[in-house]
């Protein structure tokens, strides 16, 4: 397939990115857009718009995603789809790129597409997930919602008092959350999907490479680490006959940082939530809880590390550890992976092979046996979720060229290697 004919147009994407970077922007540079929020909702009208301008036809689904949709130009056929997209939420206080990135490289990457003149035997489609970063109760709500994979009663539920549910925002913008299931697709409707997203970590900068080809996407463990000791007052109990709270999980935080340093790069593990009850400058500690997230590509040493720190937890007195929540982790296609690698190869940029520490739109599809892969490129300093987020606009080029030739490669499938 030669794809030498597609050219993405560094300006047009550039400006597509700073001006999305607009809608809830604050004093700080970062962005408050969170999902069905008011800047979220008006960066959703304006993103609609120009997708229209790019010549797509442009609706919306029962679960707020938004679907473009650009037929091959001998007009439409029943031929399963080659599908792009991202999120436009964005956590409190995010970055400008993470999402927008995906959206914005897929939309210009659909107009490079057309204006190359080359005839697709098949439609593509941009898709534009509702609530990825789940800042209404769980992440990836719009991409589970079209292959039926929500929990029973998961709409209905927010993150904390006072908070909306996504089924009441959902009400807001005029949708009926009765008729989710109206959003659901067939998985023989899509070909393959394919997200370019920023990496959300330093691999990519260290090594100086523009590219990474994602291969999986951790297995995640979240844990509730509780301790309980004797709250009493801070200055009539003597040292010695104290059982402060605090003290037993100090020991135990560091013991569990060493156990996963200790054992090796695969895996990491951050303890990023402490609790200390009555938490009071005048009264002995007397129960600490705290969460225990550890993410690894490889699950077999997930559970080693994770039944190490339960022992180094029942070791000290009175202390105790559940399960909050596992995901299994996903793997990407390798057929896709390959045409990345292929599409790196034929406009010579380094690329790298990487697993994901975070979860995106993409991990979706494999869930329901859509081909999927993730295209990273480096974020400045490795920084993400946060007003510092930044990216060298030439990487997002670089970045949306390959998923250009990538959907046009996959779109008439086969060439997984160079044609004569
Ligand atoms: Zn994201």
Same mark, same amino acid.
């Given at each position: ?16 990115? #700073? ?10 540079? +970062? ?24 010549? #797509? ?26 599908? !792009? ?42 898709? %534009?997930? /509702? ?8 992440? !990836?709500? +719009? ?5 039926? $994979? ?9 993150? @904390? ?40 970590? *330093?691999? $990519? ?8 080809? =994602?291969?999986?996407? =951790?297995? $995640? ?14 200055? !009539?109990? *003597? ?14 935080? !560091? ?23 009555? @938490? ?7 129960? %600490? ?35 909050? $929540? /596992? ?8 057929? =896709?992976?390959?045409?990345?690698? #292929? ?20 991990? /979706?599809?494999?869930? %329901? ?36 030739? /990538? ?7 086969? *060439?997984?290697?160079? #044609?004569?």
């Amino acid at each position: 397939m030669d794809t030498s004919s597609i050219r993405i147009k560094e300006d047009r994407l550039r400006q597509d990115l #700073l001006d999305l970077g607009r809608f809830g922007e604050m004093a700080s540079g +970062g962005i408050g857009r969170t999902a069905l929020s008011d800047a979220d909702l008006e960066a959703r009208r304006w993103f609609k718009e120009r997708m229209r301008e790019g010549g #797509l036809k442009v609706r919306e689904d029962a679960a707020a995603n938004i679907i473009g949709r650009m037929d091959p130009p001998s007009g439409p056929n029943e031929e399963p789809c080659i599908a !792009t997209g991202s999120h436009i939420d964005a956590v409190a206080q995010g970055g400008k790129y993470d999402g927008a990135l995906g959206i914005c490289a897929g939309l210009e990457a659909l107009r490079a597409i057309r204006e190359s003149g080359v005839s697709l035997p098949c439609s593509c489609e941009l898709l %534009v997930f /509702t609530d990825e970063e789940g800042s209404h109760f769980a992440g !990836t709500f +719009g991409s589970r919602a079209m292959f039926n $994979l929500l929990q029973e009663g998961e709409m209905e539920k927010s993150r @904390g008092a006072g908070m909306a549910s996504l089924a009441k925002d959902l009400k807001r913008m005029g949708k009926d959350p009765q008729k989710i299931a109206e959003a659901r697709r067939s998985p023989s409707e899509f070909q393959a999907f394919l997200e370019l997203h920023i990496e959300q970590g *330093p691999v $990519l900068e260290e090594m100086e490479v523009p590219i990474g080809i =994602v291969d999986g996407i =951790v297995h $995640l463990g979240r844990y509730l680490i509780r301790v309980i000791g004797k709250s009493g007052h801070a200055g !009539t109990i *003597p040292m010695h006959l104290r059982d402060d709270a605090l003290i037993k999980a100090a020991g135990i935080v !560091t013991a569990v940082n060493e156990a996963v340093r200790s054992a090796g790069p695969e895996i990491v593990g951050t303890i990023g939530e402490f609790r200390v009850q009555p @938490g009071a400058i005048n009264i002995i500690p007397g129960q %600490v809880e705290m969460s225990l997230d550890l993410r690894s590509m490889n699950e077999e040493k997930l559970t080693s590390v994770k039944r190490q720190i339960e022992k180094i937890v029942l070791s000290a007195e009175k202390a105790g550890m559940e399960t909050v $929540l /596992t995901k299994g982790g996903v793997r990407m296609d390798p057929d =896709v992976m390959m045409a990345d690698e #292929l599409s790196c190869r034929e406009r010579g940029i380094p690329f790298h092979r990487m697993g994901s520490g975070a979860g995106h739109d993409a991990m /979706t599809f494999p869930m %329901v046996n859509i081909p999927a892969g993730i295209i990273f490129i480096p974020c400045v300093g490795g920084k993400s979720h946060c007003p510092d987020e930044e990216i060298r606009f030439e990487d997002a080029c670089r970045g949306a060229q390959v998923l250009a030739d /990538t959907m046009v490669r996959l779109a008439f499938r086969g *060439p997984l290697h160079p #044609l004569p």
